[in-house]
């Protein structure tokens, strides 16, 4: 089907709603569709702390998410 047809068919049915959120969900679903691709530029002292989680990882610097979960309920106890 032509472009121009399902824009056609798009604009009836949408004329035939009246439920708010429906509306709503086809407003964002065409904002996504349209939205242009940006670049996201990380703070200069976001990034520093981004190097030094990533150098933590590579050297084995961790702990999983289950240790960390039996700390932090630890110190909630206390």
């Known amino acids: 089907m032509a472009v ?9 049915r949408i004329e035939t709603v009246n439920d708010a959120y429906l509306l ?13 691709e940006e670049i996201f530029i ?7 702390e981004l ?8 050297n084995g610097d961790t702990i999983s998410n289950e240790e ?6 630890g110190w909630l106890s206390k």
Do not use: R
């Open 4 to 12: 121009i047809a399902l824009k056609n068919q798009v604009k009836k």
């Open 68 to 73: 960390l979960n039996a700390k932090v309920k």
């Open 24 to 36: 709503e969900e086809i407003l964002n679903l065409i904002e996504i569709g349209t939205e242009k």
């Open 42 to 48: 990380i703070p200069n002292d976001h990034q520093k």
């Open 51 to 58: 190097d030094i989680s990533l150098e933590q990882m590579k």
